[in-house]
Nanobody
Framework: QVQLVESGGGLVQAGGSLRLSCAAS????????MGWFRQAPGKEREFVAA????????YYTDSAEGRFTISRDNAKNMVYLQMNSLKPEDTAIYYC?????????????????WGQGTQVTVSS
């Protein structure tokens, strides 16, 4: 069983930065692929970034590439999403997710565990 708790969301002006954190519990964290997803009102949950288990290989959606950075600290059971140059269209609830696999996927339905989400609001 894995429990995930996100933090770090908030209100920021366009062009600003936020760092989201995800605290994970569970013995298999280091081998779990981790992902960040977001969901805006009235829209489907969408992939933002992911990091493979047991490695630092990362993947990003096109809109996040070059602005966001996903990282993990296996010693602390933490995953981070550094978000720079934020835009109003980045406004959403951001969720941390974990898979019982080292391999990532962009399909949110293939993640096994989810946090409660943290709100990110970017004002113009």
């Amino acid at each position: 069983q894995v429990q995930l708790v996100e933090s770090g969301g908030g209100l920021v002006q366009a062009g600003g930065s936020l760092r989201l954190s995800c605290a994970a519990s569970g013995r298999t964290f280091s081998t779990s692929a981790m992902g960040w997803f977001r969901q805006a009102p009235g829209k489907e949950r969408e992939f933002v970034a992911a990091i493979r288990g047991s490695s630092a290989i990362t993947y990003y959606t096109d809109s996040a590439e070059g602005r966001f950075t996903i990282s993990r600290d296996n010693a602390k059971n933490m995953v981070y999403l550094q978000m720079n140059s934020l835009k109003p269209e980045d406004t959403a609830i951001y969720y941390c997710a974990a898979r019982t696999s080292v391999y990532t996927t962009r399909d949110y339905r293939q993640y096994d565990y989810w946090g409660q989400g943290t709100q990110v609001t970017v004002s113009s």
